[in-house]
């Protein structure tokens, strides 16, 4: 089974990867007020002029920290090779213990508590970037393997948006609300597994075809 973070990953060099790093921690443990370019520079030891070079204005830095964060959830190469139930049900797998992983990461939380608290303001684009650079780009690559699978003969389903949305609502659920409530992510963590296979298993009782249930 080919696993890779996905074939359109951000292409960051070491070097920016490790800014981001730094711009991520500073979020984490200095929330929006410590997340400006002179402190990001301080703490990663570069320039301003290398930050704003690499990934432009405070904006596009934020939307470089959402997209690196999205990238950790690990999709399928559809060119690797031809799926099976076992393998399809594998990646699924993966793809939301990876998901569930990212969500209840202290970066994740840290920038949807900060979108959030923006959400009253005028001009706040934080939100509109979780969405496009974050779960939608995620919905994409994760959409893919949803068409393979449809391709292979395993899954049926009309719509690719709404098979997709019904496989994140049961892997998530209302567990990132109670995260960003408060609620002990690391507790919650234990369970991820088991919590992963019970989705995936949901999902394909839904949309799982004839193929796919005389293979498993």
Known sequence: MQLAAHPHQ????PRQ???LDSA?????????????TAGVARAANCSKESLYKWFGDRDGLLSAMIGFQASKVRTFDDTAETLTSVTLQE?????????LEVLAGDVSLA????AIGQASRDGSKLGSMLQERGRRQIGKRAGALLEAGRDAGLLVFDGRDDA?????????SDLHLRMLLGEDSGRLAKDFGRRAQK????????YG??????QS
Request: aromatic share 8%.
């Open 199 to 206: 989705a995936v298993s949901a999902f394909l009782r839904l």
């Open 91 to 99: 990646h699924l797998v993966l793809f939301a213990r990876d998901l």
């Open 10 to 13: 951000p292409d960051y060099s």
């Open 209 to 214: 075809s004839e193929k796919s249930s005389a």
């Open 17 to 19: 990867n490790d800014v």
């Open 164 to 172: 997709y949305d019904t496989l994140y609502g049961l892997i998530v």
């Open 24 to 36: 991520l921690r500073l979020l984490v443990d200095g929330g929006e007020k410590a997340l400006t």
């Open 111 to 114: 920038l949807n508590r900060l």
